[in-house]
């Protein structure tokens, strides 16, 4: 998919072509494990609720509604080919099932957070139900998380861009989220990074490497 296609301009002729159908498509799609900007066409929807040629609560809907089934549909992909697949690309990175289920267990314990909190990262918000599915958590706790997450975030996404589209250009308003979704995720590596790192150093030292 080129650049051009998923491009602002684009959307919005999307979401004004095909109104709500288009709103819940593109979050529907990016929760899948597709890399669509889902996040712009949250605050497209919402800009044109702004002005009044969208509804507000049907745009809403269609924001949850796209996350909840996307993420449910991600998950299922997680938990029924996931594994495999993460098995072969370990392979091919020379990284072995030891590690990879190390990995597992460990995102197993922070699961919940994920799933929550994932939607207001860049990418994680693609990766984290296919990585939940992976990490076999329960689907009764994956939807309640899933559905809290996916109300949250269309609500901040959708309100924000009705109330703010009025004062600033759309352009603007994206570009701004965007950047604050970019500097979370880099923060959120940092602070995962750095004591996985300061933790490997203190064993190196401990064993005299």
Known sequence: MSLDLISLENIQEFAHQYGYW??????LLENL????????VTLVGGFLAGS???????????????A????????WIG???????????GRLFR???ERLLSIKEQFSQNAAKAVFFGRF????RIFAAPLAGIAEMPFGKFFLYNLAGAATWASAMVTLAFFAGRVVSLEQLVAWVSQFAIAALLILVALIAIPLWWESRQVK????E
């Open 95 to 97: 990284i072995s099932e």
């Open 79 to 89: 938990r029924l080919g996931g594994w495999s697949f993460l098995l072969q690309v």
């Open 121 to 124: 990262f860049a990418l994680l």
């Open 68 to 75: 909840v089934i996307g993420g449910a549909c991600g998950y």
């Open 33 to 40: 494990g597709i890399p669509l900007p889902g996040e712009t």
């Open 22 to 27: 288009a709103i819940f498509l593109g979050i």
């Open 205 to 208: 030292r401990a064993t005299g």
């Open 52 to 66: 009044d040629e969208l509804s507000y609560w049907l745009v809403l809907t269609d924001a949850v509604a796209g």
